[in-house]
């Protein structure tokens, strides 16, 4: 009886719904890299565009390439806890199907976690395009390297959402996903920020220029003769009630690291700005609280 084989080193999973604009070049850019030990997993979220077809394409002439589908749209933050939940290997990355990386983005971010034990996660170079176009490029920001507060703070306003997509210890990812999302299952609102959270507060990331993620940022083409529809804005106790949701959690990651004391108040004051960055902001509460009491809708 031939031994079952060993899990590759990193699974990687595409979360998508009605992608097929972007899923063939989103996957080809994965199959193209130059670290091989890999396994993609494309998560339809019950798509009715080609998304199947383009990835049945991939899983046919790649068997590191596997397909699996949602029999109903289980809403964008679910599908990719889901895909997490069936990784097997012992480093993990998420990679949105809009977006690209450096064909050594593996190679480098792998290297960088093998060689630092105390870190579980590794990011690169974010690199952010909009129609094309290069707009800006974020690194991570300079710490003294005391984890103090001053670096602390450096970090927490310095990190990146697109840190998400980078490449995490599956056993170190799993726990944060599933406290988090046991209570955002159904908001994708600052989930990822919430995530990235325990890692900077840890510093237990890793950062290198030698590779990039590029987050291409398209608009949507206005056609002849198209009215969009207007703004509408988020429900006002809605938007109060995921505040407070960011910051109990988050206060939560800071009272198990620190002790009652002067580090979990300075702690608490960083997470009510990480929060007003990040969820939604204090401004918009008060304004909206404001027309609220005067009788005007909030």
Not at 126 to 131: E, K, L, M, R, W
Not at 218 to 232: I, K, Q, T
Request: proline content about 6%.
């Amino acid at each position: 009886m031939r031994d079952p084989q060993p899990p590759p080193a990193i699974t990687i999973a595409v979360p998508v719904y009605n992608g097929a604009a972007f899923l063939a070049q989103a996957l080809d850019n994965l199959r193209q890299q130059t670290f091989r030990d890999f396994h993609v997993m494309v998560f339809d979220n019950a798509s009715t565009d080609d998304t199947a077809e383009i990835a049945g394409r991939f899983v046919n002439d790649d068997s590191r390439f596997s397909y699996h589908r949602q029999s109903q749209n289980i809403r964008a933050v679910p599908n990719f806890q889901a895909a997490l939940r069936a990784a097997d290997s012992p480093y993990f990355l998420w990679r949105a199907v809009d977006d690209l990386s450096d064909l050594n983005y593996l190679d480098v971010l792998h290297g960088l976690l093998q060689s630092h034990p105390d870190a579980d996660l590794a990011v690169g170079l974010v690199a952010s395009q909009f129609d094309g176009k290069p707009v800006r490029e974020y690194r991570m920001p300079g710490l003294r390297g005391d984890h103090g507060l001053g670096d602390q703070y450096r970090l927490l306003f310095g990190a990146h959402p697109s840190w998400i997509y980078g490449l995490f210890r599956t056993a170190a990812l799993k726990p944060v996903v599933e406290r988090i999302t046991s209570h955002f299952a159904d908001d994708s609102r600052s989930w990822d920020n919430l995530s990235l959270l325990p890692f900077m507060l840890d510093f237990r990331i890793v950062a290198t220029d030698q590779t990039a993620f590029h987050q291409l940022i398209r608009s949507r083409p206005v056609r002849f003769g198209e009215v969009r529809a207007p703004l509408v804005e988020q429900d006002f106790e809605q938007c109060l009630e995921h505040r407070r949701e960011f910051a109990r959690i988050g206060r939560g990651f800071i009272d198990e690291r620190c002790a009652p004391g002067l580090r979990r108040l300075a702690g608490h004051i960083l997470l009510w700005l990480y929060t007003n960055k990040n969820a939604y902001k204090f401004k918009h509460v008060v304004r909206r609280t404001l027309r609220k009491w005067v009788g005007l809708r909030p």
